[in-house]
């Protein structure tokens, strides 16, 4: 399985989202699903924010691009190839402000591109070409966003997230959403980082199954 993993978050070792994704690779190598990563920090490599001359060389025909325009274009093509070939996409982020960082912002808008990650079909319909892609978003949240709570209306991220990437064809992401942390107790934040491990090794466990399952298909096709 190739997995093309994402973090977004500002800290390094006090992640608590890059700590996750982390575990959750962990497991599903423990699971005995062989995978590949590729790796991408997106504070570190961050896309560049769109400019006039992107937006303008997105939205020309392929054919009639020119060399300055495939240029601005080269890093953004780049990425979308990442996320084509891959077979499943784990994005870890931090709430911030009650949406999405910045950086991961910026990949979003990078990876965004007609012609490649959505197409428009001859019958008017636009087509994202994700949706062969297992999908999970593991995200961190200072506060308590769940169903009920106080702030839960407060919850710009997880729409967002579903938005753009159903768009590109995701239709059924997965998120494991680790709340509350930062502004709350210690109790609470023990229990809120143990929920989430417990959803991730669960999800870990049925991926590893359909891969799994799907490696012993191809190996009976094969004889």
Sequence with gaps: MKVMHVD???KRERSNS???SRFFIERLRAEGVDVEIDYLDVTVDTPPHVTEAFAIATYTAAEDRT???KATLAASDALCQRLLEADALVFAMPMYNWSMPSAFKAFVDSVTRTGLTYVNTEDGRIEGQLGRQKVIFITSRGADLRPGTPFSSMDALTPSLRAAFGFL?????TFVDAQPLQFSD???RTQA???ARGELSAIASRWAQVELSSDV???ADAI
């Design 193 to 195: 980082l143990e929920r």
């Design 67 to 69: 060399p300055a325009m």
């Design 8 to 10: 977004a978050s500002a």
């Design 18 to 20: 890059r700590a996750l």
């Design 169 to 173: 064809g995701v239709a059924e992401p």
């Design 186 to 188: 210690q109790e609470a």
């Design 217 to 219: 298909e191809e190996e």
